[in-house]
């Protein structure tokens, strides 16, 4: 059974940092992309950050580039997504998701999801 948990999640003040994990079962994360998302209320869902963990190619969303860094851990079948300078925009739920194959942005292309974590950014 495909299972994504995602964790790290929590109120941080603006400038603060935060690290996301989403720890994959039921599957080998060597074969598949991840995508990191997030949804504020009353707005859509949008692509935060990917990875390919076949050939490590990755892409950062221009809202939290040089902010936001995906990585992963493929020995313990686990993608990061480190979060330095957060400000109250970024609040919202992170939700991470799978597909099999190439980084794709959006996530009607991803197949299998977490649960969500919720990040607040308040002082």
């Known amino acids: 059974q495909v299972q994504l948990v995602e964790s790290g999640g929590d109120l941080v003040q603006p400038g603060g940092s935060l690290r996301l994990s989403c720890a994959a079962s039921?599957?080998?994360?060597?074969?598949?992309?991840i995508g990191w998302f997030r949804q504020a209320p009353g707005k859509e869902r949008e692509g935060v950050s990917y990875?390919?963990?076949?050939?490590?190619?990755?892409y950062i969303t221009d809202s939290v580039k040089g902010r936001f860094t995906i990585s992963r851990d493929n020995a313990k079948n686990t993608v990061y997504l480190q979060m330095n300078s957060l400000k109250p925009e970024d609040t919202a739920v992170y939700y991470c998701?799978?597909?099999?194959?190439?980084?794709?942005?959006?996530?009607?292309?991803?197949?299998?999801w977490g649960q969500g974590t919720q990040v607040t950014v308040s002082s």
């Open positions: 990875i390919s963990t076949s050939d490590d190619s990755t």
């Open positions: 039921g599957f080998t994360l060597g074969y598949y992309a």
């Open positions: 998701a799978a597909r099999w194959g190439l980084i794709a942005t959006s996530p009607y292309e991803y197949a299998y």
